[in-house]
């Protein structure tokens, strides 16, 4: 593929319609933003009901740190899907670097969130002292507890890139649909926690 | 006519149960069909959710759990308003705990059937013989024990109110081992006896469960055990992760050749099999 | 390494990172004065531009836009549901409480 200018609508015809990973993941990505999707309704009813309580633990939050973590999840999922595409193309050394980045801005996720709940705590909000921080705390740590397992699907996909014996495509893929759902996620919580009025 | 050896190592065809009237090849199944005591254990796995739905919703009408912030004199109206639904109802709970067994067994088998480690199977059997203590059977004994004697000290009343929803609720983290023991075997599984979108809805479970925590701690709002997020949205989940395993056992089942590679896929609906016949019967 | 989509995704990135980014400037503009207040505008909006995000994502990060028909109707058909469920939700607890 030397000629780029016209490479393009060959590389995009080239590609059939596939479905990215296991279709059972995808079946999994609906169900659980459905889940959470109930999660967030809970919050926002129970918000109506009290807007001034939540407007005013709101405001203890900094907006700071959850563009911050955005951001992180967001250069994370742009690394991921590089390493699909790489690992598609067989440049299986490319594609490992970028699942390491991935990890990497995930963990800078995840310290970044653990400074902000220590931060909150040391100001004497925790998960008991408001219905607002309730669901704050609930949101926050369900979610890592979902870039926890993200780990685990991202150490499969280094898992299979590593050897030439493994690196099932269909495998790096399901991590990454797997990853990106928490990344979507996180847009979704942070909205929610952190803009809405 | 006469059944061939059944050696566990070689797939199984089962041979034709005699045409005859609809008892004598019930019969005749109920002796010979090699399934029979799977399918014995899928039925009483679906009668014991049957009774138990009915026995904790509409007999006993403990569920939709009552709220954990109200006061003495309202839970003691509860209980006389339920007075003879929780004797009767746990009664009939406390004779039929022991379906769980071969539920749990079946369960267990199909782990057995996996190409994974029969440890999974070993311990998941550990995990839910144990795990029915507090997620049924104390629930049981603490309401029976409340409603036995209605003019009892009414803080005790509320004492074992508390004793008997904590545990029930708040006990799911053994459940959630046992989700989280089955995903893993189902991931990991080369013989393909669970599709792999099960083992991804397991994980779902499990984290559902892990929700139910703070039931521990609040009194009311979203996570107490009778919360929008610890309870309803946690059933609605536990619903349908058990109906789909019910149904994927059923295919199971059928599809059971007792071998030990990979399971084969139901035929088509235009080739008949043997097993298609005995399951007419049923 | 095809630069071309290289080059797709880095994009993609940086909206992503700049509807973020516009987040920064609503929080900014409804406190008057300081003062907190509540806002549907504002919370439809923000609501809005993370189910933007979120159709992105599933489009050009998780590659819907290769994928069979049935799974791009899907994912749409999703992001609408969620939007639905959030708004609803708001709304209903809105009318609920007022």
Not at chain 1, 78 to 103: H, K, M, P
Not at chain 1, 104 to 120: A, D
Not at chain 2, 126 to 134: D, E, H, T
Not at chain 2, 160 to 181: C, H, Q
Request: proline content about 4%; charged content about 15%; aromatic content about 14%.
């Amino acid at each position: 593929m030397t000629n780029r200018a016209g490479s393009r609508p060959q590389l995009e015809e080239k590609l059939t319609k596939f479905v990215p990973g296991q279709p059972d993941m995808w079946m999994f990505v609906l169900f659980e933003s459905l889940l959470f999707t109930g999660y967030f309704s809970v919050y926002l009813v129970s918000r109506t009901q009290n807007e001034e309580l939540y407007l005013q633990s709101q405001a203890a939050l900094d907006l700071r740190f959850g563009v911050f973590n955005t951001i992180a999840l967001l250069l994370s999922s742009w690394a991921i899907a590089r390493c699909v595409q790489a690992s598609r193309e067989g440049a299986y050394r490319s594609a490992l670097i970028n699942a390491f980045l991935t990890v990497s801005f995930g963990v800078v996720f995840l310290t970044s969130k653990v400074l902000e709940w220590v931060n909150e705590i040391q100001m004497g909000n925790t998960f008991t002292s408001d219905e607002f921080f309730q669901h704050y705390f609930f949101l926050t740590s369900i979610h890592c507890i979902h870039v926890l397992i993200g780990f685990i699907g991202l150490g499969v996909v280094v898992y299979q890139l590593w050897s030439p014996v493994r690196r099932s495509q269909q495998l790096v893929e399901t991590g990454a649909t797997y990853w990106h759902t928490v990344d979507f996620l996180w847009v979704l919580i942070f909205a929610l926690l952190y803009v809405v009025r | 006519m006469s059944l061939p050896k059944m050696k566990t190592t070689e797939p199984l065809t089962a041979p034709d149960p005699p045409a005859g009237s609809w008892v004598s090849r019930l019969a005749w199944n109920f002796r010979h069909h090699p399934k029979r005591e799977l399918w014995f254990a899928w039925w009483v796995m679906v009668i014991f959710y049957q009774l138990y739905g009915v026995l904790f919703f509409f007999v006993t009408r403990v569920q939709p759990p009552p709220s954990p912030a109200w006061d003495t004199p309202t839970v003691t109206q509860w209980f006389s308003d339920r007075h003879l639904g929780i004797l009767a109802g746990f009664g009939v709970v406390f004779l039929i705990t022991g379906m769980c067994a071969p539920m749990n067994a079946l369960l267990a088998y199909s782990m057995r059937r996996m190409s994974v480690s029969r440890l999974f199977a070993y311990s998941y059997l550990i995990i839910y013989s144990l795990s029915a203590i507090p997620g049924m059977l104390v629930m049981a004994i603490a309401m029976t024990v409340a409603a036995l004697r209605p003019d009892r000290d009414p803080e005790l009343i509320h004492w074992l109110y508390d004793f008997a929803f904590l545990s029930f609720s708040g006990t799911m983290g053994v459940f959630m081992i046992g989700s989280l023991v089955w995903m893993v075997a189902i991931l990991l599984d080369k013989n393909c006896v669970f599709p792999k979108w099960f083992g991804y809805l397991s994980l779902c479970n499990a984290l559902t469960e892990v929700v139910v925590a703070p039931a521990w701690i609040f009194h009311r709002g979203a996570f107490a055990w009778n919360g929008a997020i610890a309870w309803w949205i946690n059933m609605v989940v536990f619903v349908t992760y058990t109906g789909v395993f019910i149904v994927l056992l059923r295919k199971m089942i059928q599809r059971e050749d007792f071998g030990a590679g990979p399971l084969p896929d139901l035929p088509d609906k235009g080739v008949a099999d043997h097993s298609d016949a005995a399951e007419a019967v049923r | 390494m095809s630069t071309t989509f290289n080059k797709r995704l880095l994009i993609v990135w940086l909206i992503l990172t700049s509807m973020t980014l516009a987040y920064v400037w609503m929080d900014r503009a409804v406190d008057q004065n300081g003062t907190l207040k509540a806002s549907t505008v504002v919370t439809v909006s923000a609501i809005a531009i993370a189910l933007i995000k979120v159709r992105i994502i599933f489009r050009e990060f998780m590659e819907v836009r290769h994928a069979p028909a049935l799974l791009c109707r899907l994912t749409d058909a999703w992001v609408v549901l969620i939007a639905v469920c959030l708004l609803g939700s708001y709304f209903v607890g809105s009318a609920l409480s007022g």
